[in-house]
């Protein structure tokens, strides 16, 4: 073997080395690069999971759409304020206010408003997340007309009731429990419930925590999942669902005291024994298609129907459709 060619040698085995020593050196920057990316993401959904279960004093709202990356990007990482949204409004009907307490001593605000005539039973209405129940006097305004009790509830923390933190749906079935002792206490069994967005899904807990027996339910619009409520978030900022819908709900399991991955709208309507009425709007953006189906397809028996309004958003169906909304309703209450 001449010189040139254990120059070759020594040079591709010095290449090699150098090769094998960059390889480990890559793989150690790949590491610590994903372990960072790994805290960020708990840190950015840790504040948001604080965030979005908080309420806070009136803040100015934007449109997402009005937002550049940049300030989507940030929106995301430190998530959004909450604002506590009052009551603008009260029944044109004759009402009463009425209060409970909660175990833990929060007061929880309520209209009743009592049927002129012989009433043929009580329906109690449950607003979504960041509302109030002044948001259901029409839903109310109608059934009263056709002979129903009505009862609209404000749950914690938002309206005239106490309180700053939301559970999103778990914990708020006690409000839901309380309403329903206290219309019982009247005499009253032809009781129906209807929620809407998230009060539907405290509707659909509460009858499978509580064992309830209502009449019927309505639920409008409810999400499927508090996975799949977190992933719409991020989708209508422009941003993958994941991982941040993943690490959010591990959040705010730990935050508010319950695992979040179990908090599934498609699990408690299971445990429905009655009529159900489920209402959805086709162009909405916040409750997909897909969950909708899963969530109606769960719904045990044959005494249920799923209603598509298919110019309407994640809003009031009445407003949006009152033809169409007053026939369902009139049909579904027996009329």
């Given at each position: 073997?001449?010189?040139?060619?254990?120059?070759?040698?020594?040079?591709?085995?010095?290449?090699?080395?150098?090769?094998?020593?960059?390889?480990?050196?890559?793989?150690?920057?790949?590491?610590w690069a994903l372990i960072v990316q790994f805290i960020l993401f708990?840190?950015?959904?840790?504040?948001?999971?604080?965030?979005?279960?908080?309420?806070?004093?009136?803040?100015?709202?934007?449109?997402?759409?009005?937002?550049?990356?940049?300030?989507?990007?940030?929106?995301?990482?430190?998530?959004?304020?909450?604002?506590?949204?009052?009551?603008?409004?009260?029944?044109?009907?004759?009402?009463?206010?009425?209060?409970?307490?909660?175990?833990?001593?929060?007061?929880?605000?309520?209209?009743?408003?009592?049927?002129?005539?012989?009433?043929?039973?009580?329906?109690?209405?449950?607003?979504?997340?960041?509302?109030?129940?002044?948001?259901?006097?029409?839903?109310a305004h109608e059934c009263r007309s056709w002979g129903y009790n009505?009862?609209?509830?404000?749950?914690?923390?938002?309206?005239?009731?106490?309180?700053?933190?939301?559970?999103?749906?778990?914990?708020?079935?006690?409000?839901?429990?309380?309403?329903?002792?206290?219309?019982?206490?009247?005499?009253?069994?032809?009781?129906?419930?209807?929620?809407?967005?998230?009060?539907?899904?405290?509707?659909?807990?509460?009858?499978?925590?509580?064992?309830?027996?209502?009449?019927?339910?309505?639920?409008?619009?409810?999400?499927?999942?508090?996975?799949?409520?977190?992933?719409?978030?991020?989708?209508?900022?422009?941003?993958?669902?994941?991982?941040?819908?993943?690490?959010?709900?591990?959040?705010?399991?730990?935050?508010?005291?319950?695992?979040?991955?179990?908090?599934?709208?498609?699990?408690?309507?299971?445990?429905?024994?009655?009529?159900?009425?489920?209402?959805?709007?086709?162009?909405?953006?916040?409750?997909?298609?897909?969950?909708?189906?899963?969530?109606?397809?769960?719904?045990?028996?044959?005494?249920?129907?799923?209603?598509i309004y298919n110019e309407a958003r994640h809003e009031s169906f009445?407003?949006?459709?009152?033809?169409?909304?007053?026939?369902?309703?009139?049909?579904?209450?027996?009329?």
């Open positions: 073997m001449n010189v040139y060619q254990r120059l070759g040698i020594n040079y591709h085995m010095n290449e090699t080395h150098q090769h094998k020593r960059r390889l480990p050196s890559l793989l150690r920057w790949i590491l708990n840190i950015s959904s840790a504040i948001y999971a604080h965030r979005l279960t908080h309420f806070y004093k009136q803040v100015e709202t934007e449109n997402p759409a009005d937002r550049n990356i940049f300030e989507k990007t940030w929106k995301l990482f430190t998530g959004p304020r909450q604002s506590r949204s009052a009551s603008d409004a009260e029944p044109v009907f004759s009402f009463e206010n009425i209060q409970f307490k909660t175990a833990k001593g929060l007061s929880i605000a309520g209209w009743y408003g009592p049927a002129d005539t012989l009433a043929r039973g009580t329906v109690i209405f449950l607003h979504g997340i960041t509302g109030n129940k002044s948001f259901l006097i029409d839903e009505v009862l609209l509830l404000d749950l914690r923390g938002h309206g005239a009731s106490e309180g700053s933190l939301t559970s999103i749906g778990v914990r708020e079935t006690e409000e839901l429990k309380l309403a329903w002792d206290y219309i019982q206490a009247k005499g009253e069994k032809n009781i129906y419930l209807y929620g809407v967005s998230m009060g539907a899904v405290v509707v659909a807990r509460a009858v499978a925590d509580w064992k309830l027996e209502p009449a019927g339910v309505v639920l409008d619009m409810p999400f499927a999942s508090l996975q799949s409520y977190l992933a719409n978030k991020a989708r209508t900022l422009g941003f993958p669902s994941q991982p941040f819908a993943f690490f959010t709900t591990f959040w705010i399991g730990i935050q508010r005291g319950y695992n979040g991955y179990r908090h599934q709208t498609t699990r408690y309507v299971k445990k429905l024994d009655c009529p159900v009425l489920m209402q959805w709007g086709a162009r909405d953006g916040f409750v997909l298609r897909d969950e909708t189906e899963r969530i109606y397809e769960a719904i045990p028996g044959g005494n249920k129907k799923l209603v009445l407003n949006k459709d009152p033809v169409k909304w007053r026939i369902e309703m009139e049909g579904f209450l027996g009329r």
